[in-house]
């Protein structure tokens, strides 16, 4: 029997008045790929902040490999092995692939404070930065500046800055957002092959549906702040619930 990861019990979060996470209870087993999905202002952000330590939760409680990590930094929570990419790639634009690897690879092993200093000879980093390269597909593109790659080479390569810190649990949002058909599809062969080869767990969010059944062992459906349904992908696609008020409605962005 799988060993639960991720444990989300009765979170809660408004903002104003206005209620945008309504006892949220949720898992992630060691190894499983889970979607979130829900309309925009569903509640997925409000989430997804409070998993990874940007909003604290007005109630409930989040536990990490059995650890409670509620109201945690989110340094605090990278340390402990929960790692995030953003809707919007969150790289060194004015740093060369290379260096964007190798920096987070050094603020891992708590080098911060050598991040511009020659590192000849300092094989660890060395392999471990070639490593990430090489498996998010980028290894030709390393003397390149972030600022000049593509979107979708962008996005691999904030995730291949997550995957410095060695996380259990990857949290990614809209992982293909504003990606070409093309960028979409190496993307999901990308995710599913990282998982595998690094033994992460994820949760996601995307509005792609073809990405969601493609890639999610399991899915939960936000509404208005609440987890309406949860699932296998065959079981939230013939949900007369969920077709009402997500899958049947266009999406916007």
Do not use: C
Not at 49 to 62: H, I
Not at 72 to 77: M, V
Request: aromatic residues 6%; without cysteine; charged residues 20%.
């Amino acid at each position: 029997m799988a060993k639960t990861l991720l444990a989300v019990r009765g979170l809660y979060k408004a903002f104003g008045g206005i209620q945008t996470a309504h006892d949220l209870n949720l898992y992630v087993d060691e190894g499983e790929l889970v979607a979130v999905i829900g309309a925009n202002g569903a509640g997925k952000s409000t989430l997804f902040n409070m998993l990874s330590g940007y909003l604290r939760p007005d109630e409930g409680e989040v536990f990490l490999s059995e650890r409670r990590i509620t109201g945690k930094s989110p340094q605090a929570l990278v340390k402990l092995g929960m790692g995030r990419s953003f809707q919007q790639a969150n790289v060194f634009l004015r740093l060369s692939v290379y260096e964007n690897v190798q920096t987070a690879v050094l603020a891992h092993l708590g080098q911060a404070r050598n991040l511009w200093r020659k590192l000849h000879g300092w094989h660890e980093v060395d392999e471990a930065t070639e490593r990430i390269l090489q498996d998010t597909g980028l290894g030709g593109m390393a003397q390149r500046l972030a600022g000049e790659l593509s979107l979708g080479d962008q996005k691999r390569l904030e995730v291949g800055l997550v995957l410095a810190s060695k996380p259990k649990l990857m949290l990614l949002d809209e992982p293909t957002a504003g990606m070409s058909p093309e960028e979409t599809a190496q993307t999901v062969t990308l995710i599913q092959q990282l998982a595998q080869s690094y033994g992460m767990s994820l949760l996601f969010t995307e509005h792609d549906m073809k990405v969601v059944f493609g890639v999610a062992q399991r899915i939960y459906v936000l509404h208005q702040g609440r987890i309406i349904a949860e699932g296998t992908p065959e079981s939230i696609a013939h949900n007369p619930q969920v077709q009402a008020v997500y899958l049947g409605q266009e999406e916007t962005g």
